[in-house]
Each structure stands twice: as C-alpha cells, then as structure tokens.
C-alpha cells in the first residue's frame, strides 16, 4: 500500500483510499487494513470515501466506526471498476442532491443542463442557438467517427455498434468487449456519483431508469476510453487470452491517464454551475433544516409550538 500522503484524490479536497485483498479491522476510534505486507492504519475520520475492492473483509466494528467518522463505504470491483453497493455514513449536507433534483424537474434549467453536457463533448461550440435534437445527432455523428478510428487505428474490421442481452453470445468479440468496458466505465462513474453525492438515478439525457444519471456521466468519457479500450484489447488479445481480463487492463491505463475520477468531480460542478466548495459534500450540522413554502428552509430542532398561528 503507498504511503497515505500520496494517496490519490477524487479531487483536491475529496479523498478516497481503494482497498483490496485485506482485512479490515477496527483499531481503537479508527480502522486498520491487514494485509500479507503488513498492518496499515487509516485515517478514516479523514477519509470521504473507502472503496473496498475484492478479497477485502470487514468486521461489523469496522464498518460502524466507518460510518461514526462520516465515510462512505462503497463496495466495488477490481479497481474500483465496478460498483455493487454503498453504505451511508453520517448525516451530510443534501446541497447536490437538491441541486440535481431541481434541475432535473425544471424543464428550462434540465435543458440547460442536458446541453452543458453536450459542451464538455464539443468545447468550442456554441450550444445556445442548437436544438436538443440537433445535439444528439451530432453527437451521433462524433460517437460513430470514434469507433471508425479506433478500428482503423487498430487495424480491426468495424461494422457497427450492435448486441442483444438475450444474445450475447452470438455479438462479435468487439462489441462484446465494448459492452464490457462499458460496465466498467459505469462502475467507475457510479461511485463518483455516490461518493459526491448526487443521485444515480436524475438522469438528464437518459431517463427512467434507477442508473440514468449514471449513463449521461459515462457517455462523456467513452470516446477517449472505453472505445479506443475495446479496440485495442481486441488486438492485443491471443488465442487462449481472457477477453474480459485485456479489457480491464486496458480500461486501467485508459481511466488512470484520462483521471476520470476527478474530472468527473470538476465537470459536475462545471455542469450544475456550483462553486468548487458547493460541490463538495460536507458534513452537515447535527440538526437539519424544516421546508417551509414562504422561506425555503427553517432551523430545525425547535418545538414551533409557541409561534403564532
């Protein structure tokens, strides 16, 4: 394990520790990961986000003095490519929720939003004058160019992006393995959403389903990681090799150099129009606030049973 001053950040001011193949114990008001190289103790009441990949064990004391210093557990794959479930921590503020929840039930400011997202694709274009229908055909447009040059680039036959889940056995072995770093990228993305905390499930380009936010975040990334992946995973692969292990490997490369993880912190902000410090979760006060129709919000805490009718 590297040193925790150089542990990796999800971005400035959000950290994470990724965690595998050890045990996690309790260690008097902290935790600590045992593993064949030794005892590592970790500071979990500084810690934002624990991501506990395979063979990793945790005691029930662990978990609960994970949750008093206000952490999140998420339980994930190999390298925190995919996401499988998320413990909660303690009470935080709801600033982003509430952020993405309003912007996704106002139509006019879902729609600003929905062509944010479409900027981060094409950053030197005007997206004010274009039709939401006009961007998804670009975008279109942009998606198929990508997976002509990975082909070519590669040195692999392309014919278009097509699979069935009832029939995945009968997909060619590039789209199989596009659909594979696919659901890594979603992991990824999945536990960047929970950890900063936004909902999975606001999507505002896709729509009804619980992962919809899940697939706008991804779909801002694959171009540059999990196509190019696919491809040269394919090519790098031998007779006999894992598909599914290439694939990893080249997502690893692929996520680390693209820094994934804090971009998606950046461009979520960026997206939303939040300042860098109301994008970030903080802990909120022991005491919530009361929703009030005339002023928003109102302390919490209090017996209004007094006030004036």
């Known amino acids: 394990m590297k040193n925790l001053q150089e542990l990796p950040k999800l ?16 260690n008097d008001a902290a935790i600590i990961a045992i593993q064949k190289n030794g005892r590592t103790p970790i500071p979990i009441a500084a810690m934002t986000c624990l991501l506990l990949g395979p063979g990793t064990s945790v005691t029930h004391a662990a978990i609960r003095a994970i949750c008093e210093n206000g952490c999140m557990a998420i339980w994930c794959g190999e390298h925190a490519e995919r996401f499988y479930a998320a413990g909660v921590g303690e009470t935080r503020s709801a600033k982003n929720l509430l952020v993405q929840a309003k912007a996704c039930m106002d139509t006019e400011r879902h729609l600003q939003v929905a062509k ?22 670009m975008e279109g447009i942009r998606v198929r160019k990508a997976y002509e040059l990975a082909a070519k680039t590669n040195g692999i036959r392309w014919k278009n992006r097509s699979y069935k889940t009832e029939e995945w056995d009968q997909a060619d072995p590039v789209n199989r393995a596009l ?45 540059e990681t999990t196509i190019p992946a696919a491809f040269e995973a394919i090519r790098k692969m031998h007779q006999g090799d894992d598909q599914k292990k290439q694939v990893r490997l080249a997502c690893r ?48 805490g209090k017996n209004y049973g007094d006030e004036p009718l």
């Open 116 to 137: 944010r997202m479409y900027q981060i694709r094409f950053p030197n274009l005007k997206t004010d004058g274009l039709t939401l229908q006009q961007l998804r055909g």
């Open 253 to 300: 490369a692929y996520f680390a150099n693209a820094r994934i993880l804090s971009r998606i912190a950046q461009d979520l902000a960026w997206i939303f129009q939040e300042s860098q410090a109301a994008a970030e979760p903080e802990n909120g006060s022991a005491i919530g606030s009361l929703w009030d129709s005339e002023q928003d919000a109102i302390s919490g």
């Open 179 to 223: 659909s594979e770093a696919n659901a890594l990228l979603y992991g990824l993305c999945h536990a960047a959403i929970i950890s900063l905390g936004y909902s999975p499930g606001l999507g505002f380009i896709h729509t009804g389903k619980q992962l919809s936010f899940v697939y706008d975040v991804a779909d801002l990334y694959k171009a």
């Open 11 to 26: 971005k400035d001011s959000i950290s994470y520790l990724y965690v595998e193949h050890a045990i996690i114990e309790q």
